[in-house]
């Protein structure tokens, strides 16, 4: 059965909307030349687990930038963008998310552990779940460049990554 459009919409179900069509078509509409191309990897970055979650060290990566003391909307004065490792011990008490997109009235980040679950991870580690949780978590903010991830932020938290023992990650994009 395929997809048929009403004209009068039944509210109980959904209507599937293509985000990468309408990308497409916003792109085109704002006078680029070229259709949007979705960012595409020939060879995929993960790999099984070497050794059980309870002898692991587990980090975390964040697509947020580390807070500054104030919320910027000014794109001028917003934090930089670049890949980052932090402390997890003390954990910032807020992070920056003001220059993200998403729904900012049905939601909030101020429920840090909702975005940078450290302390959960470090609860599984009470219970021996997981060996331990890195002393560092790590930031690739949000930049929208397959170029740039590929080329630095990613070499810089594998580096990060390599120093602090992390036999696994937990990506927890925003």
């Not at 949007?36 to 790999?47: D, G, H, L, V």
């Not at 900012?104 to 060996?131: H, W």
Request: charged share 25%.
């Amino acid at each position: 059965m395929g997809f048929q459009e009403s004209a009068t919409p039944d509210p109980a179900r959904r209507v599937f909307v293509s985000y990468i069509d309408k990308s497409r078509e916003y792109y085109l509409a704002q006078g680029f030349g070229n259709p949007y191309r979705w960012a595409y990897n020939t060879e995929i970055p993960f790999t099984p687990l070497a050794k059980p979650l309870s002898e692991s060290r587990i980090g975390v990566i964040t697509t947020t930038s580390l807070w500054t003391g104030q919320d910027h909307l000014d794109l001028v004065d917003r934090p930089p963008k670049h890949a980052y490792a932090a402390p997890c011990d003390p954990l910032p008490a807020r992070m920056f998310t003001m220059d993200l997109a998403w729904d900012k009235e049905a939601t909030n980040t101020d429920d840090l552990g909702s975005f940078l679950p450290v302390t959960a991870l470090k609860k599984l580690a009470a219970e021996g779940r997981i060996r331990d949780v890195s002393p560092r978590f790590y930031g690739v903010p949000t930049e929208y460049s397959q170029r740039k991830t590929n080329s630095q932020d990613a070499p810089a938290v594998l580096e990060y990554l390599r120093e602090d023992g992390v036999d696994a990650t937990l990506l927890v994009g925003l």
